[in-house]
Structure formats: structure tokens, C-alpha cells
């Protein structure tokens, strides 16, 4: 039996939804043949509709955008300051482009590589806990856009951990003041007392 999470779960129409279940979901990438992985422990939703955040807000379709707009279930990459490649995973049906953006990881598999990837002695918060800093730790980068999420290069498990509601935390998201009044919907999931969520308050 496949633990592997099949299109459905991302192809169901509530970005908010997904965000939350996918704390405590386990997210996997075999790249040059390492297996990395670990354990969601932060994610933040966007929608298409009525929220300023999102990249594909009123129709938006440019070169970045246009993954977004395929079925649920593939790797949205994206460059912020240049350097920091975000994993963001497409949901909804086509043509309704959602997202979800996972924030935090605790590693569990592949550690050294990780180590290696980030250039770290040890293991310690800022391997995996912020979203520019696991996909670097996974291996993933923007060469990885469009990817389907169901394959052998990245993909997300259920290990049928249940996460109990009182053990997620939901807060604004983080660095979106231009979004206005959408910047302060509560669409950022959080582990509770995990050490592996991002610093960002």
C-alpha cells in the first residue's frame, strides 16, 4: 500500500484545508539519488480568490504564474531575493490556482546531505525551520518547477500520523504587508512546540 498522497488530496477546492492537513505529512525528494525528507511542521495557504497574497490574485498569468493555473499536485518554485528558492505545492482543479507554501520541515531522513546542502557541522534549528532554508536542504530549487508530486523526484507521504486541531497553531502569514487586510487572515499552520517552524513571528 502506496503512502505516497495521490492528486486528490491536492485537487480538493480549499487551500486552507490542505494547509492544514498537511501538518504532520511527511515530504520526501530523491535528487542525484539521496533520499532527504522529513516531517511538515509549517505551511501557509493562498487562494486565487479574494486574497491579495496570492500570486495569480485577479487572473494574474505571466511565465512565473503559469503552473498555477494546471490541476493540484505540482511543485510551484519560485526565487525571492534572488537567491531563496520557495516550495509551493498547486492545488485546487485547473484553472483555479491555489497554493500552499511549506515553511517547515523536521528532518529524519538523509541528514548528512542535508548538513552538506546547507553547510552546517551539525544539526540545529536553521537546517529545515524556514522555507528558503529546507528546499535547499532537499535539494530543490527552481529547476524542479512543474514538477508532479506523485513521481520519484519529490514527492509528499501520510504516514497516518493524526495531528489533533489544538495542536496547530494559526497565525497570520509572514512577509506580505502589501496584501493589506488579506495579510492578516490566519493562514499560517504551525506545530505546536515543534522547534523546526520558522523564526518568523
Given amino acids: 500500500m502506496t503512502r505516497i498522497l495521490p492528486l486528490e488530496f491536492y485537487q480538493r477546492p480549499d487551500p486552507v484545508q ?11 525528494t530523491r535528487i542525484d539519488g539521496v533520499l532527504t525528507g ?3 511542521v509549517e505551511t501557509e495557504a493562498y487562494a486565487h480568490v479574494n486574497d491579495l497574497a496570492c500570486h495569480s490574485h485577479l487572473g494574474r498569468y ?4 503559469k503552473v498555477m493555473y494546471e490541476p493540484g499536485g505540482i511543485a510551484y518554485v519560485y526565487l525571492i531575493y534572488g537567491r531563496y528558492a520557495l516550495f509551493n505545492i498547486i492545488t485546487n482543479e485547473a484553472g483555479k490556482a491555489d497554493a500552499v507554501l511549506i515553511r517547515g520541515l ?3 531522513e538523509g541528514i548528512p546531505e542535508m548538513l ?3 553547510g552546517l557541522p551539525g544539526v540545529q534549528r536553521n537546517l529545515t525551520a524556514g522555507p528558503g532554508l529546507l528546499t535547499q536542504a532537499l535539494g530543490i530549487s527552481t529547476k524542479h518547477y512543474g514538477t508532479d508530486l506523485t513521481g520519484g523526484t519529490i514527492w509528499l507521504e501520510d504516514h497516518k500520523e493524526v495531528v489533533p486541531s489544538d495542536q ?6 509572514v512577509g506580505i504587508d502589501y496584501a493589506g487586510a488579506d495579510a492578516a487572515l490566519p493562514w499560517r499552520f504551525r506545530l505546536a512546540g515543534s522547534k523546526w517552524v520558522s523564526p518568523a513571528k
Fill in 38 to 40: 522529513g516531517r511538515i
Fill in 168 to 173: 496547530i497553531v494559526a497565525s497570520p502569514r
Fill in 62 to 65: 505571466t511565465a512565473r504564474t
Fill in 18 to 28: 490542505i494547509a492544514q492537513d498537511l501538518i504532520g505529512k511527511h515530504l520526501y
Fill in 106 to 108: 523536521e528532518p529524519l
Fill in 116 to 118: 552538506l546542502r546547507r
